[in-house]
């Protein structure tokens, strides 16, 4: 089964550090571009980071750039975002959807999502 | 950045409705446009993408339409499993802008 599985959410404090996971399962993690997508509570979804396959090219939201790095590990299956200075306004779920060319590159493969709340 | 706009940003309908939705971009996207259904406390799910192209496994009452700038969701013949909240999204460029959403609730 194809799955994508986003953990390290929680509560941390403004200014704040936190590294969400992305376990991918059921395909071949290292030939698909990958992002990451919130959405705080009550709101629409917002494009956060853009990683491609090899992890050579990089996006960012002007809202996160310079506090957010997106990685991840081929050999284990993993896509990371570290996240740092946080705050209030970075409290949301935090989901990792898969771009293919199949779809031509829409988000077709998303995980359950992750909460991080960003509160003193 | 190319800005996202959809209309209505709610409605009422009843099961058996053909409910249609309208998404523009602020600039030319080249059908780079998807569509997304998200259910209250759900991950969104892909429905279309390249305007009109369904996705697997998605019903056939559901579908797409437009070029440019303008796009339409339109679901044919509206199920009760239908009633959510539909995102257009722009992948054309990045930063990937997502539309404010419209939400379809039971008349």
């Known amino acids: 089964e194809v799955q994508l599985v986003e953990s390290g959410g929680g509560l941390v404090q403004p200014g704040g550090s936190l590294r969400l996971s992305c376990a991918a399962s059921?395909?071949?993690?290292?030939?698909?571009?990958m992002n990451w997508v919130r959405q705080a509570p009550g709101k629409g979804l917002e494009w956060v980071s853009y990683?491609?396959?090899?992890?050579?090219?990089?996006y960012y939201a002007d809202s996160v750039k310079g506090r957010f790095t997106i990685s991840r590990d081929n050999a284990k299956n993993s896509l990371y975002l570290q996240m740092n200075s946080l705050r209030a306004e970075d409290t949301a779920v935090y989901y990792c959807?898969?771009?293919?060319?199949?779809?031509?590159?829409?988000?077709?493969?998303w995980g359950q999502g992750t909460m991080v709340t960003v509160s003193s | 950045d190319i800005q996202m706009t959809q209309s209505p940003s709610s409605l009422s309908a009843s099961v058996g409705d053909r409910v249609t939705i309208t998404c523009r971009a602020s600039?030319?996207?080249?059908?780079?446009l998807a569509w997304y259904q998200q259910k209250p406390g759900k991950a969104p799910k892909l429905l279309l993408y390249?305007?009109?192209r369904l996705e697997s496994g998605v019903p056939s009452r559901f579908s797409g339409s437009g070029s440019g700038t303008d796009y339409t969701l339109t679901i044919s013949s509206l199920q009760p499993e239908d009633f959510a909240t539909y995102y257009c999204?722009?992948?054309?460029?990045?930063?990937?802008?997502f539309g404010p959403g419209t939400k379809v609730d039971i008349k």
């Open positions: 990683i491609s396959s090899s992890g050579s090219t990089i």
């Open positions: 959807p898969r771009a293919t060319v199949t779809t031509q590159n829409a988000f077709d493969i």
């Open positions: 999204q722009q992948y054309y460029s990045t930063p990937f802008t």
């Open positions: 600039q030319g996207i080249s059908n780079s």
């Open positions: 390249a305007a009109s």
């Open positions: 059921g395909f071949t993690f290292s030939s698909y571009e």
